[in-house]
């Protein structure tokens, strides 16, 4: 699906955000990235969804090498990726049946885009995956009128209509309460397992990585620190991955010490993880 | 990332920047003449009272009032026809006088612009920023006597110069506003593969449309004003019969037709801040 070799990213102020990511992942995986906060995961996530492009470094995509790929193409492969943000970047001012209905936007014409606006294109689509993400009831609901966990669904279902082959997801349960976390994150990885699709996710969460996902990758200062088995993650790994930041050290030692705070709801899918 | 310490602001500068403009303010009413004597002095007070005695009362005769109604009516046409032939033309302009949907910004880092392209997409931008500050540089009186004299008097020249004038106004309004939309959904719309026109269509607009609606009503009340002064060049409404009613002595009728101004400027306040209040 991808491969990644040597991908840098600095921007116009000089700072690396990545300094030379090296990355395979194939169909149907899912994988788990973690790593303290600045250590480049949202960089390298805009990068596989094709918005942000590399200084360095080759990224191949399905077999294509995206520095190669004209606009239309750039845009045609961006249809496969779906994305879903750590802020819910849905169009507040819309109703939620347009954000969801954007996931169309690859497909439609811009005349279709424009009289969705007016009189929704397909409805019908857009309930299905309201309900499917379980709110089913706020299809006409102006979307800024929603709550945090609740325009989260939003954005999943806007992903949901996109149908892309790779789902990323970047950190998106890091402005949700626990609890809902669990939820959200089992949600993607059932979706994503159940169409095969590949499921990238950057997560704020040892725990969650750990419990859920077959692979974990560790980002440090841009680079590929580990990459492994949820049970051959160490926690001198995790130390070291992140030694300097408090909080995180705070709530590794938390974690450590098996105060889950997920709890029993945090149950790895048969198959997967540990 | 290291961060400087914030600076503190300096005392001395604040002094410079305050004698600076009580400089600027010596000066401003030396230049201008401002003769306080010659405005309260007792010959100006009389002056003052003479004239205001003339206006009194009102002249509500039949024809009077119709022409003042007429006038009214002539007036509020002309700014509403105006501040919509200005949202016409400010909308087309303002896409080009808008940075991040030319050439930079979140729209432009998944592809790198060919520099040619750049270049022309830049000189868009340039040469859309330079025609608004025109349109918008040239006062509305000075629109109106050019109009005036291509089209003729009445009150068809006012609509253009309102328009006009306007029209770069809220073109620089309308191309900040676009400037300024929160980047995150464009970024999510980008990412599902939508091209920028569709990014402009589903994400900008929705995002901008209320703040040119409130842009536009504000303008509104600013171009009702607007259209009253413009008849004082030929350019129709109420002005028009102001000027002629100065020029002829016909204080009484002056003050009926001052009313009338007074009366439809309040009416469009008052529309306008109801609209402006309804959009949230």
């Given amino acids: 699906m991808y491969e990644l070799s040597g991908v840098r990213k600095v921007f116009a102020d000089g700072s690396v955000a990545l300094d030379g990511i090296s990355l395979t992942v194939g169909r149907g995986e899912h994988v788990a990235f973690i790593g303290p906060s600045g250590a480049g995961k949202t960089t390298l996530f805009r990068i596989l969804n094709l918005t942000l492009r590399p200084t360095a470094g080759r990224l191949v995509f399905e077999g294509q090498d995206a520095s190669g790929l004209s606009d239309a193409a750039l845009r045609r492969a961006r249809t496969r990726i779906g994305t879903i943000y750590q802020q819910q970047n849905l169009v507040g001012r819309l109703r939620v049946v347009h954000n969801v209905l954007a996931g169309n936007l690859g497909r439609w014409s811009t005349l279709e885009a424009a009289a969705s606006l007016v009189r929704p294109r397909s409805a019908g689509q857009a309930a299905t995956a309201l309900e499917r993400v379980g709110i089913p009831e706020k299809l006409y609901a102006r979307t800024d009128e929603l709550s945090g966990g609740q325009q989260q669904r939003v954005a999943i279902a806007r992903v949901l209509v996109q149908d892309p082959d790779v789902l ?10 626990p609890s809902l976390a669990v939820t959200i994150v089992s949600l993607l990885r059932d979706l994503s397992h159940e169409s095969q699709k590949t499921l990238l996710m950057n997560l704020h969460s040892v725990e969650l990585a750990l419990h859920y996902f077959p692979r974990v990758v560790g980002i440090r200062d841009g680079r590929v620190r580990f990459d492994l088995a949820p049970e051959k993650v160490s926690g001198e790994l995790l130390a070291e991955l992140y030694a300097g930041d408090r909080d995180e050290e705070q709530a590794l030692e938390r974690f450590q010490d098996g105060k889950n705070p997920f709890g029993g709801a945090c149950r790895p899918l048969p198959g997967f993880g540990a | 990332m290291a961060r400087l310490p914030a600076a503190r602001p300096s005392r001395a500068w604040a002094l410079w920047v305050g004698a600076g403009f009580a400089a600027l303010l010596l000066w401003s009413w030396q230049g201008t003449g401002v003769d306080l004597a010659s405005l309260f002095g007792r010959e100006g007070l009389r002056q003052i009272a003479v004239y205001v005695r003339k206006l009194f009362p009102p002249d509500l005769s039949a024809a009077a009032l119709s022409a003042a109604g007429a006038g009214a009516v002539e007036t ?13 033309i400010a909308l087309p302009m303002s896409l080009l006088a808008t940075r991040t949907l030319l050439y930079r910004g979140i729209l432009f880092e998944g592809r790198r612009l060919h520099p040619g392209a750049r270049a022309v997409r830049l000189g868009f931008y340039a040469a859309g920023k330079a025609a608004l ?14 109009f005036v004299f291509v089209v003729g008097l009445g009150p068809f020249p006012g609509v253009l110069a309102l328009g006009v004038h306007t ?7 309308f191309g900040e506003v676009l400037e300024d939309v929160d980047p995150a959904p464009l970024e999510a719309l980008q990412a599902t593969g939508a091209s920028r026109v569709r990014i402009l269509i589903y994400g900008v607009l929705p995002q901008a449309l209320p703040q040119f609606v409130s842009y536009a009503l504000y303008r509104w009340e600013v171009n009702i004003r607007a259209a009253a002064v413009l008849g004082f060049v030929g350019a129709g409404g109420l002005g028009q019969r102001i000027y002629v009613a100065i020029s002829l002595f016909h204080e009484q009728e002056l003050m009926t037709l001052i009313l009338a101004i007074y009366a439809i400027v309040t009416l469009v306040d008052a529309l306008s801040a109801y609209l402006r209040s309804r959009l949230v």
């Fill in chain 1, 168 to 177: 990323l997801a970047d950190e998106p349960v890091s402005s949700v309460d």
């Fill in chain 2, 76 to 88: 509020f046409a002309i700014s509403l026809i105006g501040s919509l032939l200005a949202v016409a």
């Fill in chain 2, 133 to 146: 500050n025109v349109l918008r540089t040239i006062p509305e009186i000075v629109w109106a006597l050019i």
């Fill in chain 2, 167 to 173: 029209g770069g106004v809220l073109g620089k309004l």
